[in-house]
């Protein structure tokens, strides 16, 4: 009984009963509206035909646009005004035109060294294409001078972020999509707390609604009580709008500018199999030390200096600043950022490329499957090529709906000759990628819809590193631990097919 008295209270339900207040308090006034007048029901009409009419002009995933044009078609007297309230993809202008100036005036930072590109064109000319077109939309530029370490599961990464603290000096950036209190989080609180005391600048973002239901309202203030500079990004307003849908989804941790992690891993123990939600819980991360954490750091400023006293002298979070002597050099690495202030899907594009280059094998680690046209395409004319592509997938998924969902995607796949492993010790939250020895990506961005388009995300692109061959052996490691879906497991009968296909429709507005 405290318990579900204790979540009716929280501030999670109290922003869900208000979305369905709205929503119902909206088809009462709407229905009202118009069965009083046939010109007000007509008008209505018409705008519905309008927005499906600017819908098929507009540049936008054909996806997301069949959902809408549907959903519209069936309800033509609220469809259209629906999509004018919650249809826009974009973030609020006020968001959005403080991260692009921002953006702009960190520019001159990320500039490319073309010695380093030139070298890399001189060896793979096809990895070289990914790494212009991240470098032109991104921009970010690839590097040298980089070490990179690759983590398996999320335990053994937290051993050595709880280390790399401990050695901070100067300051330490902390940027997740879902912090909880618990044995991770305040294990690191711990030491966050003692290094404000030696005087280090702790800086904390946190996705204000990734941890809606794991943190105290405002804990933000707790955090700036502390001494820990702090930020709530994107605060959830429980109104009806899809900039609510914007979310910081990305994972950073940087230290004294020359040490970075990213990945799959928030800061919350089912992250570190320190509790058990869905299984094992199988995620990746890197570790980044050299000069190609910069990237991370102006990731990271991008967002803080939007909403809080800019940092502009940029050169004080150099790589070199708090580090002596010349870095080790492991292959090219470029971490990137995919943002929905622009109409480049980059991370989703980074995927494609690496599929459309690939001549020998790619193996995919997503938690979730709702992929666009574009990619279903790119899986499927890889395999066709005689390309070996896998992807890994949970064996007990975290939300049921959506994992149903992603098995509507699995026949063609199937048919195309792309192999699915389901992961039967528990959940797969890695978004991984490794192709023909070569290259790999691990960072933050899903296979879904959610993530290529609404979320802010980022990513490390690997070329050439020692990493690359830890990915591929992971991935191997974890094939013999799977089920390995045929079409028989998608047979459905036919109600099921229906709600399958339903389900699909929808599948971008989730």
């Not at 966050?192 to 005087?199: F, I, N, Q, S, T």
């Not at 803080?304 to 940092?311: H, I």
């Amino acid at each position: 009984m405290k318990r579900i008295t204790r979540f009716l209270t929280s501030r999670l339900a109290l922003v869900g009963i208000a979305i369905l207040l709205q929503l119902a308090w909206f088809f009462f006034f709407m229905e009202r509206l118009t069965t009083y007048s046939v010109f007000i029901n007509g008008f209505f009409r018409v705008a519905s035909l309008c927005v499906l009419l600017y819908l098929i002009r507009k540049d936008e995933s054909s996806a997301y646009k069949i959902a809408w044009i549907i959903l519209i078609m069936s309800l033509p007297l609220f469809g259209g005004i629906l999509y004018l309230l919650i249809g826009n993809k974009k973030p609020s202008k006020n968001l959005a035109g403080r991260m692009a100036q921002v953006k702009g005036e960190m520019s001159e930072e990320l500039v490319q060294n073309h010695k380093i590109l030139e070298e890399l064109e001189a060896q793979a000319p096809d990895a070289a294409g990914n790494v212009r077109y991240i470098g032109e939309y991104g921009p970010y530029p690839v590097w040298k001078n980089t070490q990179v370490k690759y983590y398996p599961v999320g335990e053994a990464m937290f051993e050595d972020v709880l280390q790399d603290l401990e050695r901070a000096q100067h300051y330490i950036f902390l940027e997740y999509f879902i912090i909880e209190e618990g044995h991770m989080w305040n294990s690191i609180l711990e030491i966050l707390e003692r290094k404000v005391k030696e005087g280090v600048d702790v800086r904390l973002v946190y996705d204000d609604v990734g941890s809606v239901s794991k943190l105290p309202f405002h804990y933000d203030r707790q955090m700036e009580d502390k001494g820990i500079k702090c930020m709530a990004f994107n605060r959830f307003v429980p109104f009806l709008s899809l900039v609510m849908n914007n979310r910081d989804h990305r994972k950073i941790l940087v230290i004294d500018g020359h040490t970075a992690y990213n990945g799959g891993i928030n800061l919350a123990d089912e992250y570190i199999n320190e509790v058990v939600r869905f299984g094992h819980w199988k995620d990746t991360a890197v570790r980044l030390y050299g000069e190609a954490v910069y990237s991370f750091t102006l990731m990271f400023l991008e967002v803080w200096n939007a909403f809080r006293t800019p940092d502009l002298d940029y050169s004080v979070f150099s790589p070199h600043r708090w580090h002596e002597g010349p870095f080790e050099s492991d292959g090219y690495v470029l971490p990137y950022a995919d943002t929905p202030l622009d109409n480049e899907e980059l991370g989703e594009n980074v995927y494609i490329n690496i599929l459309n280059q690939a001549k020998d094998y790619v193996y995919i680690a997503t938690p979730y499957l709702l992929i666009s046209d574009e990619m279903e395409s790119a899986l499927c004319l890889a395999a066709k090529r005689g390309v070996d592509v896998r992807i890994l997938m949970p064996g007990i998924p975290d939300k049921p709906t959506v994992f149903f969902m992603a098995k509507s995607y699995y026949p063609p796949l199937l048919n195309a000759g792309v192999q699915i492993y389901e992961y039967t010790p528990g959940f797969v939250h890695a978004k991984s990628y490794v192709c023909d020895d070569r290259i790999a990506t691990v960072g933050t961005i899903n296979m879904d819809f959610r993530s290529l388009y609404l979320h802010f995300e980022c990513g490390t692109y690997l070329y050439g590193c020692k990493a690359v061959m830890d990915v591929k052996k992971d991935m191997e490691e974890c094939f013999p631990k799977c089920h390995q879906v045929t079409l028989g497991d998608c047979r459905q009968g036919l109600l099921g097919n229906l709600f399958t296909s339903v389900l699909r429709v929808l599948a971008p507005l989730m």
